[in-house]
Structures are given as structure tokens and as C-alpha cells.
């Protein structure tokens, strides 16, 4: 089992900026990815940005040269720090830990962080 606590969410105005943190314990594999996702009211969730064990990295376009995600493998924590927040990026952000191993991926995710971008 993998346990996932997100922190830093919280309201800021357009224009701000904010760093999410998720901290993973338990069973965690060597390999493995870690990443955040979004959802708005009313939207299904998307992807936000990833990052494997090995460092490689994956951001939706719209957040790409705002959003930066990185990682502590020794901490097993992710973080996202998001500049130029828009109103329209408003949601609960969720971390995810993606375990691989012998070709069988499994999914964990956190309870959701809330950000809200507005005056």
C-alpha cells in the first residue's frame, strides 16, 4: 500500500504563485512515477505534470513554462510549483504515484489538495 499527503494548496490571485507538496510512504518501487493531476467543478480529471523515477518529465501544454514539477527520491516527495496562476486553473489538485514493476503498473492517489485562483 502506498499513503499519499498533499499539502499547500490554498487561494491566491491571478497572476500569484503557489508549490504544492506530496509526500508517499509505504510500498514504493524503484521505479515508479509521480505526478499531479487537476480537477475543476464540473470537468473530468486532467493531467497536469509528471515526473519518473529516472527524472524524465511530462507537463500538459497549458502549463508548460509556468509550472515546474520535481522530486526528493529520498523524501519520496513531489512537488509542483505553479506561477501565473489563472481563475480557469482553479480545482482540486490530486497527487498520484504510478508503482511499476515486471510490467504490471498500479496506481495511488492523495485526497486532493484545493486551489483557488481569485481576486
Known amino acids: 500500500q502506498v499513503q499519499l499527503v498533499e499539502s499547500g494548496g490554498g487561494l491566491v490571485q491571478p497572476g500569484g504563485s503557489l508549490r504544492l507538496s506530496c509526500a508517499a510512504s509505504?510500498?514504493?518501487?524503484?521505479?515508479?512515477?509521480m505526478g499531479w493531476f487537476r480537477q475543476a467543478p464540473g470537468k473530468q480529471r486532467e493531467l497536469v505534470a509528471t515526473?519518473?523515477?529516472?527524472?524524465?518529465?511530462n507537463y500538459a501544454d497549458s502549463v508548460k513554462g509556468r509550472f515546474a514539477i520535481s522530486r526528493d527520491n529520498a523524501k519520496n516527495t513531489v512537488y509542483l510549483q505553479m506561477n501565473s496562476l489563472k481563475p480557469e486553473e482553479t480545482a482540486v489538485y490530486y497527487c498520484?504515484?504510478?508503482?511499476?514493476?515486471?510490467?504490471?503498473?498500479?496506481?495511488?492517489w492523495g485526497q486532493g489538495t484545493q486551489v483557488t485562483v481569485s481576486t
Open positions: 498520484m504515484l504510478e508503482n511499476v514493476r515486471g510490467g504490471v503498473r498500479r496506481d495511488y
Open positions: 509505504g510500498i514504493i518501487f524503484s521505479i515508479n512515477t
Open positions: 515526473i519518473t523515477s529516472g527524472g524524465s518529465l
